[in-house]
């Protein structure tokens, strides 16, 4: 069974930072893209930022240039880092993992449970 796990949500004033983790856990021996969604109050979940294994990142237009997506492959994790934080920025964020392979199965979509950030004065 492959679990992802967050952490780093909380509260934020407008302009600061925050470092969402997300581990995964599971006997992985290798997940392809990892992702990183946010679904803010009465909005639907979108895309924030993706990486591939090897690295190759994308971002949504509302977060270029102030989130930044790391992953640790020999770790099973991802990172985002998130700067000059936004009061628009306020969602649960939610890991996910494409193609996760391990020594026992395969799984093609993998959800965390999400971490709640809030930015705000």
């Known amino acids: 069974q492959v679990q992802l796990v967050e952490s780093g949500g909380g509260l934020v004033r407008p302009g600061g930072s925050l470092r969402l983790s997300c581990a995964a856990s599971g006997n992985i021996l290798r997940a392809n893209a990892m992702r990183w969604f946010r679904q803010a109050p009465g909005e639907q979940r979108e895309l924030v930022a993706s990486i591939t294994y090897g690295g190759i990142t994308n971002y949504a237009d509302s977060v270029k240039g102030r989130f930044t997506i790391s992953r640790d492959n020999a770790e099973n994790s991802v990172y985002l880092q998130m700067n000059s934080l936004k009061p628009e920025d306020t969602a649960v964020y939610y890991c996910?993992?494409?193609?996760?392979?391990?020594?026992?199965?395969?799984?093609?979509?993998?959800w965390g449970q999400g971490t709640l950030v809030t930015v705000s004065s």
């Open positions: 996910n993992a494409l193609g996760v392979r391990t020594s026992e199965s395969w799984y093609s979509e993998v």
